[in-house]
């Protein structure tokens, strides 16, 4: 079957009829990859006498990835008496462009009301996942388990385990067959959330266990999932019409996918940076759609409060250019590094996550672009990247390739501890005032042109679409924020290091370093100490060689630990 083929299905038995139009798709992403999908059209009858299918015993998903090399697409069902799976392999055509995700066609339901929950989410980035272990995350208040299955596709399951609901992220990875193994009592699951395993029941026969694994109720919830742009989405719905409604809809990805390609790609910056802020979503998106702050909260680091651009920010055309699936959008003035002349930038906020900032440079254009999930009441991850296309030389574009990620991260770090550090605050403060900040136009004086992109925010999130957020909408009570100590609210290894490799890997080569450095400075302070017992003059050869060998590890010791709190807490000081 290729990508210009259209394939009818109908599977029949004796308790229902089900009906697959099934239209692949295969569209390349702007980091290089290749994602692959179908839309999926279903329509399904059922004999009365049938009992209904259970969701967490029935699936119907789509698999997606930049990293497989060929992609393919699995339709199963499985009912009372019959499982029904079907695969079709796709032929990797990257020349076929995918529709621009913010161009997508929003229901009208949508258009009066946004439905959180039926949307897609990042909530990792995929190269930093272990494969041999499961992962937690949250999302929406809710917990979730992501593992890679057989087929080496990644999985999202409810973070509970049937039999007496123990995290299954606390599990393990079975090597046999990828299945996830509850450590509480050695269930497990495969990736659509079956259980395959009930040691138990098998001590009193095969048949026992196989009746447990067949009943509804040993199923695990499974959520769709999805890679796009290297980062890892889920749809927080599960059931079988969460998996067909997922899969004709796209992320909310980059404006410029479609007009450029990897090879005008010449410099990558925060190569999927991820890190978790204790603030709420609602003040982060507002503050990450507002470049007004930057001269001020991050001067020294990524902007100059006494720049002659300091204060320059012309917003104009508010919504002009305003789609359906856009929450804003609005053109922006300014200087972003404080000391070049200010250039124009086009801003689009695509709900639920996206933030991008696309400059239309005299060739190709460059983005910079942020994802802000939603993990719970109180707490949001934010993923950065951005894509330049100036021209570089190739030698220094070539250098820039090999730099270390966790390079990258450590200014992405202090950038966001500028953020974090009166977030928190702000939002314990607006929060503990109004837990919906319905009020915000009461409490904000917005005072500028600068602000409306607030403005715009607000709007739409407390609006007819946004209906004040995705607890408030759902009806669930709002719980204002406690205030964290100074420590917790810049722990960087809490909120980023210790799910990034390259920064995990960097920060225990510092610790292996200084360890080596501190006996490098013993064993040389023990040779020094024999010269002089010795009798050796000071200024001997032996005698200054080893006293400015333990001087210098000394020294390179503690600057390797000032390093170290780079990756772990580092006080921000404003007052500087």
């Excluded at 939603?374 to 934010?382: A, E, G, K």
């Amino acid at each position: 079957m290729s990508v210009n083929q259209t394939l009818h299905d109908v599977y029949l038995n004796g308790a229902e009829q089900t009906h697959f139009r099934i239209t692949p798709f295969l569209g390349r992403n702007l980091i290089g990859g290749r994602n692959v999908g179908c839309h999926v059209q279903l329509s399904h009858t059922r004999r009365a006498n049938c009992r209904p299918a259970n969701y967490g015993n029935a699936s119907i998903c789509c698999r997606f990835g930049n990293q497989l090399d060929q992609g393919h697409w699995q339709a199963e069902r499985n009912v009372p008496d019959v499982r029904l799976s079907s695969k079709i392999n796709l032929s990797p055509y990257a020349s076929i462009p995918e529709t621009n995700p913010s161009q997508r066609q929003v229901p009208q339901a949508e258009q009066e009301g946004f439905h959180w929950r039926a949307q897609w989410y990042p909530v990792a980035v995929v190269d930093d996942l272990d494969p041999s272990r499961p992962h937690a995350t949250k999302l929406l208040g809710d917990d979730y388990v992501l593992m890679q299955d057989a087929d080496k596709v990644w999985r999202c399951l409810e973070d509970k385990c049937s039999h007496r609901l123990a995290p299954l992220s606390q599990g393990r990875i079975e090597p046999s067959d990828s299945t996830l193994m509850c450590s509480y009592h050695g269930w497990r699951f495969n990736g659509e959330g079956h259980a395959v395993s009930i040691p138990q029941a098998h001590f009193q026969s095969p048949t026992a266990e196989q009746a447990a694994c067949n009943s509804n109720r040993s199923c695990v919830k499974s959520y769709p999932t999805q890679v796009q742009e290297g980062l890892l989405f889920i749809w927080p719905t599960s059931g079988p019409e969460s998996f067909v409604h997922s899969s004709a809809v796209s992320p909310a990805g980059s404006q410029i996918t479609d007009q450029i390609t990897s090879e005008d790609i010449t410099f990558q910056h925060t190569m999927h940076f991820q890190r978790d802020f204790p603030v709420p979503y609602d003040i982060v998106v507002e503050n990450i759609g507002d470049q007004s702050h930057v001269p001020f909260a991050h001067h020294g680091v990524a902007g100059s409060r006494t720049s002659d651009w300091a204060n320059h920010f012309k917003l104009s055309a508010v919504n002009r250019d305003l789609k359906q699936a856009d929450g804003y959008t609005y053109d922006l003035e300014w200087s972003p590094s404080g000391f070049k002349a200010p250039s124009l930038q086009h801003v689009s906020f695509t709900p639920p996550s996206l933030i991008e900032y696309v400059t239309p440079n005299e060739g190709k254009p460059s983005t910079v672009w942020f994802y802000i999930t939603p993990l719970d009441q109180h707490n949001c991850r934010v993923f950065s990247h951005s894509v330049g296309c100036d021209p570089i030389p190739k030698p220094i574009s070539w250098l820039l390739s090999k730099r270390p990620r966790w390079l990258d991260h450590l200014v992405l770090n202090e950038v966001f501890d500028g953020d974090m550090a009166y977030l928190h605050q702000t939002g314990v403060i607006t929060k503990n005032q109004d837990a919906s900040l319905d009020s915000w136009a009461r409490d904000y004086f917005l005072a500028s042109e600068a602000d409306r992109s607030v403005t715009a925010w607000r709007k739409w999130y407390h609006g007819a679409r946004g209906q004040g957020g995705p607890f408030k909408a759902e009806g669930i009570p709002l719980v204002p924020p406690t205030p964290l100590k100074r420590e917790d609210i810049l722990d960087r290894y809490a909120q980023h290091v210790k799910r990034c490799p390259s920064c995990s890997k960097a920060l225990r080569g510092i610790k292996t370093g200084q360890q080596a450095l501190q006996a490098a400075a013993a064993v040389l302070f023990l040779v020094l100490a024999a010269q002089l017992g010795q009798g050796t003059s000071p200024v001997s050869w032996p005698a200054a060689t080893a006293a400015s060998g333990t001087i210098a590890s000394l020294v390179s010791q503690g600057w390797l630990h000032g390093l170290e709190k780079k990756f772990t807490y580092e006080n921000y000081d404003h007052a500087k």
